[in-house]
């Protein structure tokens, strides 16, 4: 039975954690007495109960993050009535997004023993080392005291531990621990820098606007041995891969000169720095092979502002013209919908704006209310009004209405199905006739399919197709 057990509740199946691989290779001597167990959101409740309770760990190291919070707690709160003399509880170590911006009264947090916020590398061997010991009641000074020593640690503040930095040319590498099942099955996450320099007030990445990057030359030997492995598909974590031109270049060729058949690698890059010097190198990637992410959000100035966001709307545009025109790229370009000061009109303006350079997919995302970010001291100016429970979708503000919000989740799912999963192609004159502005068209369509099926989930495709062919536009 392993000391320490790390798990999380991944999105999908095929999405495993970088972040538990990262702390089990970073245990040091404890690595061999940890084991790492990854569970998906849609397997049964019991099966996760099952694992956890048998392996009987020591120590329990979560990662929660906002599209699995809810699924944590329930599975600690069934756990808790498990527990007993016979299986003693082990102390309950959370880290990741979510974790680290609990309040003291939410019942994750005071399910928890110790939460990390930042990250966790040093911090969760620290403590796994305190609590593995031959005396092991120690009390929150001292653990507090030995933490600092370390220098791996700012402040503890109750159960709230938050980190330094970790030095990312010291730590360890943790691609190994990708399974061969990892390699040949599922996407594989990769990292090559950490941080982000702009200050996006929606965003968790504006908590940390240092960028620091790993070696490069160890990380391009790392990424070798995956592709050696059979790894088929790669996606960076990097906040903003295109910010230095010089390491973007020269991984962009490095997966050129190794690109196997059936592989790809995904990107998030800033819309407005595709300069020269970097487009020949995206035109040489093989249709399927290169995956871009581009944030656009809004194309509003004064929300832009608002937000602190950097916006260049025609520079945008223009990336997104010669990524469409020029690359054999897929392009997945982000809009949001719910932003302080942007109303109902000026996103449909925007959207159609983005619409006309056609992007291989845009993903409509509704905003999101996440702790500890600026936004959420816009509350009262704007208007804003989430829901109290993950992922804290915005419910209306101060310039779009609650009904006109429902809507736009609406189309924002049904644009999903229909558009960006590409099942309706042959469709697509009917969809977008030429002489109207897409979003209030597809907004009509949207309602119309609410209306007929009374919910934008679990339709079957034949019957979606059907109501498709017979509705009048």
């Known amino acids: 039975m392993p000391d320490i057990l790390l798990t999380t509740i991944n999105a999908k199946w095929i999405h495993p954690s970088l972040a538990l691989r990262l702390l089990k290779a970073n245990l040091g001597s404890l690595e061999s007495r940890s084991t790492i167990l990854e569970f998906a959101l849609r397997q049964p409740l019991e099966e996760k109960l099952q694992n956890i309770f048998n392996a009987k760990p020591k120590i329990l190291g979560i990662s929660v993050s906002i599209w699995n919070h809810v699924q944590t707690l329930e599975v600690l709160g069934r756990l808790k009535h498990l527990w007993n003399e016979e299986t003693q509880k082990p102390v309950i170590i959370l880290g990741g997004p979510e974790a680290g911006q609990l309040e003291e009264d939410s019942p994750l947090y005071k399910a928890a023993d110790w939460i990390i916020r930042g990250e966790g590398e040093d911090v969760f061997r620290g403590l796994c080392e305190i609590v593995l010991a031959d005396n092991p009641h120690h009390s929150a000074e001292s653990i507090e005291d030995q933490l600092k020593k370390n220098r791996c640690i700012q402040s503890l503040d109750g159960k709230m531990i938050t980190s330094s930095h970790v030095n990312l040319e010291k730590i360890e590498s943790a691609y190994r621990l990708y399974t061969e099942e990892d390699v040949s099955r599922k996407l594989v996450y990769v990292e090559s820098s950490r941080g982000c320099p702009f200050g996006c007030e929606f965003c968790l ?17 790392n990424m070798k041995q995956l592709i050696d492995r059979g790894a088929k598909g790669f996606k960076f974590l990097d906040r903003s891969f295109n910010l230095d031109m010089r390491r973007a270049k020269e991984i962009l060729i490095f997966f050129l000169n ?65 990524l469409k025109n020029e690359t054999k790229a897929i ?19 925007g959207f159609d704006r983005l619409w006309s350079v056609r992007p291989t997919e845009i993903q409509m995302g509704i905003l999101k209310r996440l702790p500890g970010t600026p936004i959420c001291g816009r509350d009262k100016d704007y208007g804003m009004r989430y829901s109290s429970e993950p992922p804290y979708d915005v419910i209306e503000t101060n310039v779009i209405s609650k009904e006109e919000m429902d809507r736009m989740k609406n189309f924002a799912r049904f644009w999903e199905l229909i558009v960006n999963r590409g099942h309706f192609d042959d469709l697509s004159e009917k969809i977008f006739p030429e002489d109207k502005p897409v979003f209030r068209h597809f907004m009509r369509l949207s309602d119309f399919l609410l209306n007929r099926f009374g919910q934008n989930w679990g339709i079957d495709r034949g019957l979606l197709r059907e109501a498709l062919e017979s509705w009048k536009n």
């Open 331 to 349: 392009v997945h370009a982000d809009l949001i919908a719910g932003l302080p000061g942007e109303n109902y009109a000026s996103f449909a303006e």
């Open 258 to 322: 190794n690109l196997k058949p059936s592989m790809y690698v995904h990107f998030e890059m800033l819309p407005s720095r595709f300069p020269d010097e970097l487009r020949p190198l995206l035109t040489q990637f093989p249709e399927g092979s290169l995956r871009l992410e581009v944030g656009i959000q809004t194309f509003n100035p004064e929300t832009a502002k608002i937000i602190a966001r950097p916006s260049d709307p025609e520079k945008e545009l223009e990336s997104l013209a010669f």
């Open 205 to 221: 990445s504006s908590l940390d606007r240092q960028v620091r990057y790993f070696p490069l030359d160890d990380f391009l030997k």
